[in-house]
């Protein structure tokens, strides 16, 4: 999506609903939440689709689009990023709000820009608060000032409760100490499946069918997605760590991370030895191998494949389940745990759609 001047004829008087919503992002999780939105607005229209885009076509309307949609988005014009301020703005709605449904780097850098101007931010997207501290600072400065609020529900744990729980234990004078957890819903799949009499790639292609991993996923193999998650809740609890403070360990050796998607789709099959030797050295101590995160006051953070114990929290989990164990000042005996689905497109169009509603009232 470019970014170039647009206008939008202002709403008619009677085109006016409570909430005004541009959905940016159509792939699995935007599609889910696009069927979702139709499902709500049948039982009592709280939310007004004024926007749809994706990387190709954009359609907006402040008075209002009706289904159905995707048909229509495809012939549609090119998609411009500053369409969707100018359709929001332009709209006769007590709130206003973006959902950010797409992986978008250059989507991301414009959440701070919507806050300023009081429009409603509800994101899936992690690079906004799980990349540089500046654009972090700059992201919660522009909340505070405008009053919008910022719905991330869906950046961690696809919804889960990971962060409302986080901010309500700090928010009442609680302190993390610790935190250890999957937060990876494609890596929780991966290694609660491997036991080693099936390769790894083969796991790794059901994981991409079933919507787990990102299409190519090298964005959840290298790790960084994991320490994304993990800088987002790490600055939640009041610690402010730069992307180059959190060790990563990647599954993906550096010859593999150069190749094109294709390339690297066709070689799959490179991956399984390692972590064949992997498993084999951890059932030999008597354990299991997840990919954790973890972090602690010292501001130590680190992600990557760990051996566990097979009566650690993390070793019963069960399909692309996520675990976040916060241990704090009040929760040090045994830690506040938050478990629950972590990957999919039903539940984390879900998670923003709750934040949407959360905003509408």
């Known amino acids: 999506m470019s970014a170039v001047a647009f206008a939008v004829a202002p709403a008619p008087r009677s085109a006016a609903a409570g909430t005004a919503v541009v959905v940016l992002g159509t792939g699995l999780v935007g599609g889910a939440l696009l069927r979702l939105l139709d499902e709500t607005a049948a039982r009592r229209r709280p939310l007004r689709l004024v926007g749809v885009a994706n990387t190709r076509h954009g359609l907006f309307d402040a008075a209002g ?52 101007q009081g429009l409603h931010v509800v994101t899936a997207n992690k690079l906004a608060q799980g990349g540089r501290l500046l654009d972090w600072h700059e992201l919660q400065r522009a909340r505070r000032q405008s009053g919008a609020r910022y719905g991330d529900s869906a950046t961690v744990g696809a919804g889960l409760p990971a962060l409302a729980s986080l901010r309500r234990l700090r928010g009442s004078g609680d302190r993390l100490v610790a935190l250890d957890g999957v937060l990876s819903g494609s890596l929780s799949f991966l290694f609660n499946r491997y036991d080693g009499t099936r390769p790894f790639s083969a796991l790794l292609h059901e994981a991409r069918e079933r919507g787990y991993t990102e299409p190519d996923p090298r964005a959840d193999l290298s790790g960084a997605d994991v320490a994304r998650k993990l800088l987002i809740l790490a600055r939640t609890a009041g610690l402010e760590l730069e992307e180059s403070e959190v060790e990563v360990e990647g599954l993906v050796s550096a010859q593999l991370a150069q190749l094109d998607s294709a390339a690297f789709l066709d070689r799959l099959g490179e991956l399984d030895e390692a972590v064949a030797r992997r498993h084999d050295e951890a059932v030999a101590q008597g354990k299991v191998l997840r990919y954790l995160a973890s972090l602690d006051t010292s501001g130590r953070a680190r992600v ?28 040090r005996e045994r830690p506040l745990v938050v478990v629950g689905p972590g990957a999919g497109a039903d539940v984390t169009a879900q998670g923003l759609l709750a934040d949407a509603l959360e905003i509408a009232g």
Do not use: K, M
């Open 65 to 116: 689009l009706a289904p159905p949609l995707l048909d229509r988005l495809d012939a549609a014009p090119r998609a411009e990023l500053d369409a969707v301020a100018a359709t929001l703005l332009a709209c006769d709605a007590h709130e206003r709000i973006v959902i950010d449904a797409t992986p978008a780097a250059a989507v991301a850098q414009r959440h701070a820009r919507w806050l300023s």
């Open 304 to 331: 990557g494949l760990r051996a566990v114990e097979r009566n650690h929290p993390c070793a019963a989990l069960g399909g692309a389940d996520n675990l976040f164990a916060f241990t704090t000042e009040r929760y």
